[in-house]
Structure formats: structure tokens, C-alpha cells
């Protein structure tokens, strides 16, 4: 028999993607459609947009130099102390001790201030509380492992990840501060132990009182926190030049003459 044409259904209809965007305890709430979620450009990209050395005034790197001379004419201990606290934390950052150190190792690492200070840890202490400290040992370990050696992203955009929360592991209040305090110690030689990109005394408003230089606030999808926390890192650290001891020496020049110019 021939098919019955009248009652077969048509093509369905493309359905709208939707999500509630709150909750209210008065009235419904508002429905939306959901933005198509925008994929950065590349970093090899968006970094060649970021000031650099160059872009400082002649007349300011000069006078930079001239502070930066009375600095390192100023007496300071050996750093014995922090020396070996990073040579240890080192060894407890690599895939091995990782797994193996002991849930207070990490804690500690959280509170302490040697080298720098990460600033108040009473949402993460309380996290820590909340979960035990098997859990939150594991979780903290779960971070570090994914920041250091994660795979699929560049470090700047793992490090963005586990801010904003989209990576698949994550440890409340083990943020930007530790995370930037974990790449000081895993690789003293590149990061200065600058925990913030941007607020009192960050990466952002030390290349600007300084160098007079205007680096991006970190509210795109481009300009990452990630991204510009790394970045700025490596700008401040070539623009400081030669004659430091060490990255924690150039930290504590950077904090000093802030005040200076």
C-alpha cells in the first residue's frame, strides 16, 4: 500500500538551548539563552600585545637605574632560610613526593610567609576543615600536579583554569596567590614571588608606578588572569635586569621602589 504522507511528522524544529540564570525565593526566574562560549586566540598571539621592555620611556628606565643602584648598594642576609625551604618544597612539588608527603607538608606550604606572603588563608584553613585533611591533602596534591604538569593547555591557561573553575579539580581557596607562590618555588629562576596580578602592590600597578607602562585588566577571554599573571611575571623580571641575587632580590626591589619614583 502507499504510504500514508498526511500524518507523518515533519523535520523537527531547532530547539533553543536555554538556562535559568538565578533563583529567587519570591518569584520565578527569568530564563535566557545561553551565549555561545567564545575560544581565546592563541597565547602566541594575544602576548605579542602586551607591553614590553621597549615600550618603557627612555628617561624613566634611566631613572629606574639610578634607584635600582642605590638598592643594591643597601646590605641584606644570605637567604640561606629561604634557599633551603625552596629546595625542599621542590622535592615534595615533583610526581613523586607529591604523592607521597604528608597532608601538613601542604598545609604549611598554604600558611606560611617565607619568601612571600600569600596573604589571609582563612578560606582555604576553613576548607581544609570542612573536607579533612585526607580529602583536602588530596585535592591540594590534585592542583599542584594539574598546575605544574597538566596536559592539553598551555601553563598560563591552566592556571587561568583553576582560578575560574572551570579545571576538573579544584581546592577551595588555593587560588592565584598560591598558585603563583607554588611556580615561585618550582621555578625560582623564572618567577618572582609576586602573588597578584593586580590590587595592592600587584604585578599591574608595579609595571605602571615604575615603568609608567599600562598593562590589560584581566576581563577578557584573551586577557586571562592566567595569562597576564605569568606574563607580567616575565615583563617585570627582564625589565628589572641584571645584578639580583635571585627572583625573591628582585621582588624586594620591585616592592621598594614602588615607593621610590
Known amino acids: 500500500p502507499a504510504a500514508n504522507t498526511t500524518d507523518s511528522p515533519g523535520p523537527k524544529p531547532t ?20 551565549a555561545p562560549r567564545r575560544i581565546p586566540r592563541p597565547a602566541a598571539t594575544v ?6 621592555p621597549s615600550d618603557a620611556d627612555a628617561g624613566r628606565v634611566a631613572e629606574v637605574e639610578a634607584v635600582k643602584i642605590q638598592f643594591l ?7 640561606s632560610k629561604v634557599a633551603g625551604y625552596l629546595e625542599g618544597y621542590q ?13 601538613g607538608v601542604l598545609k604549611d606550604f598554604a600558611n606560611s610567609n617565607i619568601g612571600c606572603n600569600p596573604g ?15 580529602e583536602a591533602a588530596e585535592r591540594v596534591r590534585e592542583v599542584i600536579d594539574y598546575l605544574l604538569r597538566g596536559e592539553g593547555l598551555d601553563l598560563e591557561d591552566r592556571f587561568s583554569a583553576l582560578v575560574n573553575g572551570s579545571a576538573s579539580v579544584e581546592m577551595k581557596g588555593f587560588k592565584e596567590a598560591l598558585l603563583t607562590r607554588v611556580l615561585w618555588v ?27 607602562l599600562r598593562l590589560p585588566d584581566p576581563d577578557s577571554v584573551d586577557w586571562s588572569l592566567g595569562r597576564l599573571s605569568v606574563w607580567s611575571n616575565d615583563l617585570l623580571r627582564e625589565l628589572a635586569g641584571e645584578g639580583f641575587e635571585h627572583t625573591q632580590h628582585i621582588g624586594e626591589f620591585l616592592w621598594w621602589a614602588k615607593d621610590q619614583l
Open 15 to 34: 530547539r533553543t538551548r536555554w538556562r535559568r540564570t538565578s533563583t529567587s525565593t519570591t518569584r520565578p526566574s527569568p530564563w535566557a539563552v545561553t
Open 47 to 52: 602576548r605579542g600585545e602586551l607591553p614590553g
Open 73 to 79: 648598594a643597601r646590605p641584606r642576609d644570605s637567604g
Open 91 to 103: 622535592q615534595v612539588f615533583s610526581s613523586v613526593g607529591l604523592a607521597a608527603c604528608a597532608p
Open 120 to 134: 589571609n588563608m582563612s578560606v582555604f584553613n576553613s576548607a581544609w576543615n570542612e573536607l579533612g585533611e585526607r
Open 186 to 212: 618550582d621555578d625560582p629562576g623564572r618567577f618572582v614571588p609576586l602573588l597578584t596580578y593586580t590590587g595592592n602592590a600587584g604585578k599591574k600597578e608595579i609595571a605602571r608606578s615604575i615603568w609608567g
